[in-house]
């Protein structure tokens, strides 16, 4: 597997901290991160905030070349990014510095491809597997296909296809995929009233046809008393 290129970002070193140094690096369009690794101690920086967000926005497992104050450049991937709840912008980055050749172990999304057989159905149990790999060959996505498979058919962590050079760290029995029966429109309905019937909710029953026929005919039936 080829290396990914690694995304260039100007790291600037921070010498305020708190929460008041971390809303005034946000006010300046920059994003607080802090970054470890390879026994130093922990170097607290400020990243360009719409840089980072565009280099992670296609898996976030990309590796950064930050240029550090002094021109000299680090290797980097995000461990750990913190997004506001309600905005959801970026709030603060840990980094983990890597070095090229170095094996890491990082969290990959699974990609789900391909139509199951008719009348099948495609449930994601793992959205991510744990993958031992080069710090510069991530997978950006593990691809599981479930073309044509039948209800019944499940997929485990180890049976989902990596590329060269990367070992698997999750449970190899972990369930990935599991293809089942489409439910019926009799299933559902038939589960709708299950769950109705817990929730103590009585189904309105409609009038029958006679009953309204009847309700009609004694309206009608005046005396002409003139």
């Known amino acids: 597997m080829s290396e990914s290129p690694a995304v260039r970002l100007v790291a600037e070193k ?3 901290f708190g929460k008041g140094g971390a809303r005034r690096t946000r006010r300046a369009g920059k994003i607080p ?6 026994g130093n101690d922990p170097r ?11 280099a992670i926005k296609h898996g976030a497992n990309t590796v950064l070349t930050l240029v550090l104050d002094d021109g000299a450049s680090e290797l980097a991937l995000a461990k750990s990014v913190v997004r506001h709840p309600l905005r959801d912008y970026v709030e603060h980055v840990d ?25 099948a159905l495609v449930l994601t149990e793992t959205n991510t597997l744990s993958v ?5 060959t ?17 997929i485990t962590a180890a ?8 070992t698997l760290q999750s449970d190899a029995e972990l ?16 589960e709708m009233a299950e769950a109705e019937a817990e929730a103590g909710v009585e189904r309105d029953e409609p009038e029958s046809t006679e009953d309204t026929g009847n309700a009609a005919g004694e309206g009608s039936d005046t005396v002409d008393e003139s």
Do not use: N, W
């Not at 607290?44 to 565009?54: D, I, N, T």
């Not at 031992?132 to 510069?136: F, M, N, S």
């Not at 369930?175 to 038939?190: G, N, R, S, Y």
């Open 95 to 119: 980094l983990i510095s890597v070095r090229r050749g170095e094996k890491v172990t990082v969290d990959v999304p699974v990609t789900v491809v391909g139509e199951p057989a008719p009348g």
């Open 159 to 166: 049976q989902v296809s990596l590329p060269e050079g990367a």
């Open 138 to 154: 991530i997978p950006a996505a593990l691809e599981v296909s479930v073309q044509d498979l039948a209800a019944g058919t499940q």
């Open 44 to 54: 607290h920086l400020s990243l360009p905030a719409r840089e980072f967000a565009a």
């Open 132 to 136: 031992e790999a080069d710090a510069l």
């Open 33 to 38: 991160a802090v970054l470890y690794g390879h």
């Open 175 to 190: 369930l990935v995929v599991a293809v089942q029966a489409a439910p019926t429109a009799e299933d559902i309905d038939a």
């Open 14 to 16: 921070r010498t305020e």
